[in-house]
């Protein structure tokens, strides 16, 4: 079946500008997740839905980060006047519980480069 | 708050088991141990998950040690494509936040 999907796969933007990514999860999975990943660094998580609500924004790195989700399915992370250490590939991941055990499904992810 | 640690970076022998270790000696009762793995641009990859008991699936085994402050993911017979950034992660069962660490970096050689 079809697994999560991200677009753009690539964004170049100027410094400055507003840009939005989208995550499509997985069918019927209740929880998304997202992440930013700098060159040759971890996972660094920024946000989790729980459907449509985000019980903890604390990973977003500052207020020109922003997230929401609507329908349960599709969000969008927003990143106004971006900087050049916004550079990074941004992952989405969508998962729902079995038997009280989650598994998290990732995908392909937005490279961003800030010029 | 990874609260795992792994070693930086393994070799291994193309065909031989490769056992990548990790501590989690702050592990509660509730938390389950995961494997993810994420290969060169790709997003990671579930790999397996275990709570107490040993766990072995078409792609690995993870053992858990007694006292659950420590596990082991094995590959059994490493080939070139294995050749990743291996995290693991302990965390409950519900959804929060999830966190990957460093990870271990993986060589597979011929």
């Known amino acids: 079946g079809a697994g999560v999907s991200q677009s753009p796969s690539n964004k170049v933007t100027e410094k400055g500008k507003d840009v939005e990514l989208r995550c499509d999860p997985i069918s019927g999975h209740t929880a998304l997740y997202w992440y930013r990943q700098s060159l040759g660094q971890g996972l660094e998580f920024l946000i989790y839905f729980q459907g449509n609500s985000a019980p903890d924004k604390s990973g977003l790195p500052s207020d020109r980060f922003s997230a929401e989700r609507t329908g349960g399915s599709v969000s969008t992370l927003t990143i106004q006047r971006t900087q050049q250490e916004d550079s990074a590939v941004y992952l989405c991941a969508s998962s729902s519980l079995r038997g009280g055990i989650e598994t998290q499904y990732f995908g392909p992810g937005t490279r961003l480069l800030v010029l | 708050d990874a609260k795992t640690t792994q070693p930086p970076s393994m070799d291994c022998a193309e065909g031989r088991a490769a056992n990548l270790p990790c501590n989690h000696s702050t592990i509660s009762g509730n938390e389950y141990v995961y494997w993810y793995r994420q290969i060169h641009s790709q997003g990671p990859q579930y790999i397996i998950h275990?709570?107490?008991n040993n766990e072995t699936n078409e792609m690995a085994s993870l053992i858990i040690t007694e006292d659950r402050k420590s596990s082991t993911l094995i590959l059994p017979h490493a080939t070139l494509r294995d050749t990743a950034v291996y995290y693991c992660i302990v965390r409950e069962y519900n959804f929060n936040k999830f966190y990957f660490g460093s990870g271990t970096k993986l060589n597979v050689k011929p």
């Open positions: 275990g709570l107490k």
